[in-house]
């Protein structure tokens, strides 16, 4: 046994780097779980800001939270049944908590506010932004001849599929403005 520089705990010796960095990454249903809890954990927090917040202030933080947490269980949910299709909500909860993050700090008043939006920021939503960034730009599923799956509800012939040929444009008229 070494202990690999790369990941810091012992290895089997001969290890290759393809086997050791699939060793040292978690699986789509552990990012799943990960996403599902931070969406649960907001749900209560959703709470606590409606009840401590001026009216005015707690419709906009509650709206942002609930959007980050439909997302974030959206992504995780879609991880935890197949492990596809979590592309487009992990995004959404990566752009959702980088605003959320930059909204905190901007508006935090010098003092104990700011130093609380400072270790929201680098403990819980900056880490879980760039976790849905990573699983946003991840690779799609491919089938066996190296191809990608085609979306399930396209056509792939008959009256509903787009042609590939252009038709011919149509002349634009333009009432003419005379005085």
Excluded at 155 to 177: E, L, Q, V
Aim: proline share 10%; glycine share 8%.
């Amino acid at each position: 046994m070494i202990t690999s520089p790369t990941v810091g705990f012992p290895i089997p010796e001969g290890t290759s780097d393809v086997a050791l960095a699939s060793y040292a990454l978690p699986s789509s249903a552990a990012h799943g779980r990960i996403l599902v809890g931070a969406g649960l954990a907001l749900l209560p927090w959703l709470g606590y800001l409606a009840g401590t917040l001026p009216p005015a202030e707690a419709a906009a933080w509650v709206a942002l939270d609930a959007l980050e947490a439909a997302a974030l269980l959206t992504a995780g949910s879609r991880l935890l049944r197949d492990g596809t299709r979590h592309r487009a909500p992990a995004a959404a909860a990566a752009l959702l908590l980088l605003a959320d993050a930059c909204g905190d700090l901007a508006i935090s008043a010098p003092g104990p506010e700011l130093a609380r939006a400072v270790a929201m920021a680098v403990v819980a939503e900056l880490p879980l932004a760039a976790l849905c960034t990573a699983l946003a730009a991840r690779p799609g599923p491919r089938t066996r001849r190296g191809a990608r799956r085609r979306y399930a509800g396209r056509p792939r012939s008959g009256p509903n599929r787009r042609a590939t040929a252009a038709a011919p444009a149509a002349p634009c008229h333009r009432p003419s403005i005379t005085s």
